[in-house]
């Protein structure tokens, strides 16, 4: 249920209106727009009487919301999300490119990495420490190691970083980590959401294999009911009956996520189709589509990568296609975040 305010609503009724919903044992979601100002109560609101708020002075309208997803709702939240990670925005006219290795397999691989995509362009830097993968037996990541390799290379380069968390029991080692992603085959991993939701970390939520839009936004709600409303959703392919590439991104998840929801959207091109040369132009569709960023696979050396060698960039190559992001970015009208 939304209530829509009145534009000339005073702060001190506004304030009683809050209080008398906390009073109903319902959460508020208060959201002030340019145009409009609006309360979305999340709860049960079948007993709440529209007749009763429809009375109050400073109400214009009430409308009930049939989606199961409240606070990752446009109608909640008119107004674009615009994710802030350490002065490097995403969403509402923000583009960022996020970047860096499928898996940290060194000191030497990492640092080169870092290096060479901060000088192209990118905002984030991307690194694997803890990779889930569908063989027990395919490289697992450094763990532990990997994650302080990739916390020396933030220093180095100032970089803010984004790597994948596996279990709500690692949330405290993750403190410096500025984004922590949930994987796609963690995006119903409810517990893990539950506790992401009590952290104000933003969090990169990707896209399960096989979800639909309202199963993905839901899981987006489980950390934003927590009361973390800092979570990027991340497109990155879906199954599909196609066997040419390793899963077909859903360009059409774009708009119409953009549509039912205020939050950001990123496009993984390298996952989407796991074959280097089809990431620029899925990243140029991504671009046009309306997508707020990119997160792209590089690795220095791709022939003798431990993880996703076929579908990494290598540093030339991610140079030249950011020239081409930089600029079909600016034709949309979206500027390009970097850090510094």
């Known amino acids: 249920m939304i209530v829509i305010l009145k534009k000339d609503a005073q702060k001190a009724k506004i304030d009683s209106l809050l209080h008398t919903i906390d009073a109903w044992g319902l959460k508020a979601n208060y959201s002030k727009g340019d145009e409009t100002t609006i309360i979305g109560l999340i709860g049960d609101t079948s007993k709440v009487d529209t007749d009763s708020l429809l009375a109050n002075e400073i109400v214009s309208d009430v409308r009930r919301i049939s989606e199961p997803y409240k606070a990752a709702n446009r109608r909640f939240h008119p107004e674009d999300t615009v994710v802030d990670v350490g002065g490097v ?18 000191e030497a691989q990492l640092t080169t990495i870092a290096k060479s995509v901060k000088q192209s362009g ?145 496009i993984d091109p390298s996952h989407a189709a796991g074959i280097a040369w089809m990431v620029e132009p899925l990243s140029r569709a991504a671009i046009a589509a309306g997508a707020d960023g990119l997160m792209i696979e590089v690795h220095n050396n791709p022939k003798e990568a431990k993880c996703d060698g076929a579908q990494s960039l290598t540093p030339e190559s991610f140079d030249a296609l950011m020239g081409q992001v930089a600029a079909r970015a600016a034709f949309e009208g979206k500027v390009m975040s970097r850090h510094g």
């Open 89 to 106: 925005k995403i969403g509402q006219g923000f583009f960022s490119v996020i970047a860096g290795p499928c898996s940290i397999e060194s």
């Open 122 to 266: 990118a905002a984030f830097l991307r690194g694997g420490a803890f990779k889930p993968r569908t063989s027990p037996y395919s490289f697992q990541g450094m763990e532990n190691d990997g994650l302080k390799l990739l916390l020396a290379a933030k220093k180095m380069t100032g970089l803010p970083i984004v790597t994948e968390i596996m279990s709500e029991t690692q949330i405290e080692d993750f403190e410096d980590v500025d984004v922590l992603q949930v994987g796609a085959r963690n995006m119903q991993n409810f517990r893990l959401l539950k506790e992401l939701g009590k952290t104000r970390k933003p969090i990169l939520l990707k896209r399960g294999l096989s979800s639909t839009i309202e199963e993905f936004l839901m899981s987006a709600e489980y950390i934003m009911a927590g009361g973390n409303p800092n979570v990027i959703l991340c497109e990155r392919g879906i199954r599909t009956f196609e066997t040419m590439v390793r899963n077909t991104l859903d360009i059409s998840a774009v708009p119409l996520l953009k549509r039912q929801s205020h939050l950001p959207v990123v």
